[in-house]
């Protein structure tokens, strides 16, 4: 196959064709399992149907098809999540990225993939991939969103994070070049917030066989799936369930359920060396003494009530809508939203012990040891 002059061979024809039409349900989705996180993908939705409008659309493959020589560049954005309801993103930005990339490491780019399946870090590789003329990788690096880099499903399998590429928003760059990534972490984190709160970035350099043994299969054809379900079957989170249990069983991920539903009777948030940082509290409906409490660092990490953990990182915390089952942004949360509180259980990858090692709630400094998320459904009183 030819992308812009650039050749890799596929083992096996693995396509999926991504247009202006899907992005409005694959944003959505990615809301949902971004936990919070991802960046609000309101403008970047707009961008990114503006941008696959022009270009045609942009291809989605299989990682597995990928040769093993293929080089692939994983993009998106590293910042505070409310900085990006500030800081407006270019139709171009993330392929100018990519370009000055190339432009580092001499080699041509055959493929692009992502970070996470979150919000705006959804949407940001497509864009890019689409002005470039490149495939993007049906897959991330999470199955959700984490906010630190040595979270990633790519470096927990070896991946180095370096030569890595960073641009702020007035075009500015800088290069990176760390010995491990908990360093290029601290480092890209410095930047971003130096340059604003949020910075584009390629990173994570890898082969076509570095990509099918860390990424996180089948997550961008999965959110559009989740997207156009929740669009379709919008309405109350008790009706939409079921069909959830349904797509969810048939995923990476495997289960979800309701833990708990109220209203936002507190938030605080702030931002903190580049990450947005606070606690979220939601009454149940009959019984205000009775209190959700959620830990937030850019995505919602520990929910508890009178500090029973009812679901934990690495497995998923989602809030939605109680009437319509939107998701919602930790950001676009405020006072008096009436909201489920949904928990999804992590891909297999994260029940490893080394990705646990990197993501269980002590990695955030909450004293808790990780219990999976069916442990603690089945012990719910």
Not at 208 to 214: D, E, N, T
Request: proline residues 6%; negative net charge.
């Amino acid at each position: 196959m030819i992308w812009r002059g650039v050749r890799f061979l596929l083992h096996e024809m693995c396509l999926m064709k991504i247009t202006a039409s899907d992005i409005d349900d694959l944003a959505l989705g990615a809301v949902f399992l971004a936990t919070g996180g991802g960046g609000d993908p309101y403008l970047p939705t707009l961008i990114a149907k503006e941008t696959l409008a022009q270009t045609g659309g942009v291809t989605l493959i299989d990682a597995q098809s990928l040769d093993d020589d293929a080089f692939v560049v994983p993009v998106g954005g590293v910042g505070a999540p409310t900085v990006s309801l500030e800081l407006l993103p270019s139709v171009d930005e993330a392929s100018k990225v990519l370009d000055r990339y190339e432009e580092l490491v001499g080699r041509p780019i055959s493929a692009v993939a992502s970070f996470e399946i979150g919000g705006g870090n959804s949407l940001m590789p497509l864009m890019a991939a689409a002005v470039r003329g490149l495939p993007v990788v049906d897959g991330d690096g999470m199955g959700r969103a984490f906010p630190e880099a040595q979270m990633m499903s790519y470096a927990i399998a070896g991946v180095k994070p370096t030569p890595a590429l960073a641009m702020d928003y007035a075009g500015n760059t800088a290069v990176f070049d760390t010995s491990d990534t908990t360093t290029y972490e601290h480092h890209i984190r410095a930047f971003a917030a130096a340059a604003g709160g949020m910075i584009t970035v390629a990173e994570h350099p890898m082969s076509g066989a570095q990509i099918k043994a860390s990424v996180i299969p089948s997550t961008v054809s999965f959110s559009l799936k989740l997207g156009r379900l929740l669009r379709e079957q919008r309405g109350p989170i008790d009706d939409v369930m079921p069909a959830l249990r349904s797509l969810f069983a048939e995923s990476v991920y495997g289960s979800v359920h309701k833990i708990f539903a109220g209203k936002v009777s507190s938030k605080s948030t702030r931002t903190v060396g580049g990450y947005d940082v606070g606690d979220l509290s939601i009454e149940d409906f009959d019984n205000s003494q009775c209190v959700c409490s959620i830990t937030i660092k850019n995505e919602y990490l520990v929910a508890t009530v009178d500090d029973r953990p009812l679901a934990m990182v690495p497995d998923l915390i989602v809030i939605v809508d109680t009437e319509t089952s939107t998701p919602i942004n930790a950001e676009r949360l405020h006072y008096g939203q009436r909201v489920a509180v949904l928990a999804v259980g992590a891909p297999l990858f994260y029940q490893r012990p080394d990705a646990l090692a990197a993501t269980e709630p002590r990695c955030f400094g909450i004293d808790l040891e990780y219990e999976s998320l069916d442990a603690l459904v089945n012990h719910q009183p």
